[in-house]
């Protein structure tokens, strides 16, 4: 329990850096952005990479603009580098960019332990560092660990609360919890993991009877963990950060006949993409193996656990115009963008948290104008902050991170998926849940 009585006494302890003098207010204000981003890893530019996200920063600067969040005639800049989740080019560029661009703000890497560096490094400017991507360890939330970080994403700490809730709420008692955790960067299931293990030492009546990682697929050892849920749980969290991983685990559950009545699967964030959250049990290949049927069997026993709903018409929207601006100022990226068909959801985060420092601003320098690159000061009027983002309603808490609406959904008769129950987060406690059935 002793994380719960850390954060005030170093609150304020650790933020008494040598801080370079503000430099005087420019009128018109002159805001530079630095981007630490990820491009060619191939495991990274899919899902997050430079092409397919970084002009989400231009759309937020044009809403903060339009919605007069800062003086019409603020000229934003964005400087970028890249750097492919690796935590030493991190900690170089993010040096690079505070001490030779003297940028006014950092967006992190979009994973956990470069942008732990990141953080830690805007904090000895004291200089705002805002999060997004797949940065979603509970640690962020650490205030006197990192005074001068906002964040719109959700974390693994407070999915693995709500799991637990949803446990206590459905009297379940105890739960399997099968995963994998590669040493791919971005990778979320790991984390969450660490995080359920957290969560079920804090709270009663929450607990893990058998836990697993699946670390190859060979078939005698799939058997016996499939025996081993069989014998010690009902309800089974599986966490796959592959998709495909999910499918085949679902056909093994199905060969095992696990997927009658009396069980019950936890799918916490499948995708945040919608199609993929509807066909997650499809095999989408050129070569299916015809098991689509066998899977469904399975996905009509499952509950989806979302941090996220991405509204598709909205994003499709917000696809088109972010791969068009790509094109322009200042990416310029018309040869090299061409191959992209469309953005990534996770370039809605990187929106959003853009928007979140354009509102922590505007309530920064409605105070005193000369604060806006004082990471600390900006960090705190985070707090409290609510608007409609890309990734849907983005609430801020005390902890200057995000207090997340879960959405619990399921398959209906048609195949469709159904919203069945809301929990929403409120200071690392699910405060409220709404029954939607
Ligand atoms: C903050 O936002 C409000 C409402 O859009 C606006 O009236 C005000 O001028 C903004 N403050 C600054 C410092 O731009
Ligand atoms: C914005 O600032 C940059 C850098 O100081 C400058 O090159 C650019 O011309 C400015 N843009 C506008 C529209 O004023
Ligand atoms: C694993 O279980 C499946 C389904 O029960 C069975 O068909 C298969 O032979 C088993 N494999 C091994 C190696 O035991
Ligand atoms: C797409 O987004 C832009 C900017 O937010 C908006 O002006 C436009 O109406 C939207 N288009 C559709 C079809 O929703
Ligand atoms: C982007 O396009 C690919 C290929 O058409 C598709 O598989 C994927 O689901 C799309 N992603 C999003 C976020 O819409
Ligand atoms: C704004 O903050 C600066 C630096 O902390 C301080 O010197 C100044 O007095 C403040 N101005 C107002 C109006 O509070
Ligand atoms: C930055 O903000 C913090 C928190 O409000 C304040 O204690 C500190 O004096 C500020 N630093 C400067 C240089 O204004
Ligand atoms: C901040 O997070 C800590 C746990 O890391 C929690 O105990 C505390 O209640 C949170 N404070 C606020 C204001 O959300």
């Not at 800062?70 to 001490?99: H, K, M, Y």
């Not at 069989?230 to 991983?245: G, I, P, Q, S, T």
């Not at 115009?321 to 809605?348: G, H, I, W």
């Amino acid at each position: 329990m002793l994380w719960l009585l850390l954060p005030f006494v170093y609150l304020f302890k650790c933020t008494t850096t040598q801080f370079a003098p503000a430099p005087p207010v420019e009128t018109p204000l002159k805001l530079k952005v630095g981007l630490l981003i990820p491009k060619d890893d191939p495991d990274l530019a899919p899902k997050m990479g430079y092409r397919r996200t970084a002009a989400a920063v231009s759309l937020a600067f044009d809403r903060i603009l339009y919605e007069q969040m800062l003086p019409s005639d603020t000229n934003f800049t964005i400087v970028w580098r890249t750097e492919e989740c690796q935590e030493i080019t991190s900690a170089g560029l993010s040096f690079e960019l505070l001490e030779k661009e003297d940028v006014d703000m950092l967006i992190a890497s979009p994973c956990n332990e470069p942008a732990m560096i990141t953080s830690t490094i805007g904090a000895s400017f004291n200089r705002p560092v805002f999060l997004w991507g797949a940065t979603t360890s509970g640690e962020f939330s650490q205030m006197q660990r990192f005074p001068t970080i906002a964040t719109v994403v959700p974390n693994t700490f407070d999915m693995a609360l709500t799991i637990c809730t949803m446990m206590q709420e459905f009297d379940w008692q105890k739960f399997a919890l099968i995963y994998t955790n590669t040493e791919t960067k971005g990778e979320k299931c790991g984390y969450l993991q660490q995080d359920i293990e957290k969560a079920t030492d804090v709270l009663f009546g929450c607990t893990i009877s058998y836990k697993r990682r699946v670390v190859d697929w060979h078939d005698d050892r799939l058997n016996t963990t499939l025996e081993q849920v069989k014998h010690n749980a009902r309800v089974v969290v599986l966490c796959f950060d592959r998709l495909a991983d999910l499918r085949q685990f679902l056909l093994k559950i199905h060969d095992h006949g696990m997927d009658n009545e009396e069980y019950v699967y936890i799918l916490p964030d499948v995708s945040s993409n919608p199609s993929d959250r509807l066909n997650f049990y499809k095999d989408l290949s050129l070569n299916p193996d015809n098991r689509d049927n066998d899977a469904l069997q399975v996905a009509k026993r499952t509950l989806l656990l979302d941090s996220s709903l991405i509204s598709e018409i909205k994003f499709k929207n917000f696809s088109e115009q972010l791969l068009r601006r790509m094109d322009e100022y200042p990416f310029y990226c018309r040869q090299e963008c061409s191959k992209e068909v469309n953005a990534s959801t996770f370039a809605a985060l990187l929106h959003d948290t853009t928007i979140l420092w354009g509102l922590t601003l505007n309530h920064t320098m409605s105070r005193n104008k000369t604060m806006y690159r004082n990471g600390t000061q900006v960090a705190l009027n985070a707090a409290g902050i609510e608007f409609e983002g890309m990734t849907g309603t983005v609430n801020i808490n005390g902890n200057s991170t995000r207090d997340t609406i879960y959405s619990l959904s399921g398959f209906d008769k048609t195949n469709n998926l159904q919203v069945y129950m809301k929990f929403i987060m409120n200071e690392r406690q699910v405060v409220s849940l709404s029954i939607l059935f």
